[in-house]
């Protein structure tokens, strides 16, 4: 029998120190605790969201994330392909993902907004609709990845091959056009 927690707040806690209770957490709120590092395996997290707290390298295997926003959030070197992907939905905001991985996973409408993604893998995600408003995606991997309606006009140091993922519909600004042209070795002014 799974422990069951509903609308609760968790503030400042180290769940380094203190360990998190298996279970399933609906309508939670974490401000500013600390998972780094552990195994939070096998948690169900739905309608929470998660304010200033440290994620990195937190191993997620099988964990569900449903409705799930991470705001302000260090969220290095998680690997989000091993969690529960049955109706898999967050968003992120003001979060530091580098290194972290996404792949195979389909995480339509996800929103990444005015985060860091440096190094992070979505080969073969499925991306559709989702957005990377004011986001840096610096030598973040797309291969085989499905970013149809994807909106990167605020996002900056993407680079990718408009052949080897499925971009129709995707939005683009003129600024940033650059990346999508750079494996062509050519000078634009």
Do not use: W
């Amino acid at each position: 029998m799974l422990d069951f927690f509903d609308g609760e707040t968790y503030s400042k806690i180290d769940f380094m120190n203190t360990k998190i209770k298996k279970g399933e957490y609906d309508n939670c709120t974490f401000l500013n605790c600390n998972f780094e590092g552990i195994h939070a395996s096998n948690i169900q997290f739905v309608e929470c969201e998660f304010i200033d707290c440290n994620f990195s390298n937190t191993i997620v295997t099988n964990t569900a994330f449903k409705d799930v926003s991470f705001v302000n959030c260090k969220m290095i070197g998680v690997k989000f392909n091993e969690c529960d992907s049955f109706l898999l939905q967050f968003s992120f905001k003001d979060c530091q993902l580098n290194f972290s991985s996404f792949y195979q996973l389909k995480i339509p409408n996800t929103k990444f907004i005015n985060s860091n993604l440096e190094e992070v893998d979505f080969t073969e995600t499925n991306l559709t609709g989702s957005g990377f408003s004011n986001s840096d995606l610096h030598n973040t991997i797309f291969e085989n990845t499905v970013l149809e309606k994807v909106d990167f006009r605020s996002a900056k140091n993407f680079t990718f091959s408009l052949e080897q993922n499925k971009v129709k519909g995707a939005k683009f600004s003129k600024e940033n056009l650059v990346g999508l042209l750079s494996k062509y070795k050519i000078v634009i002014d």
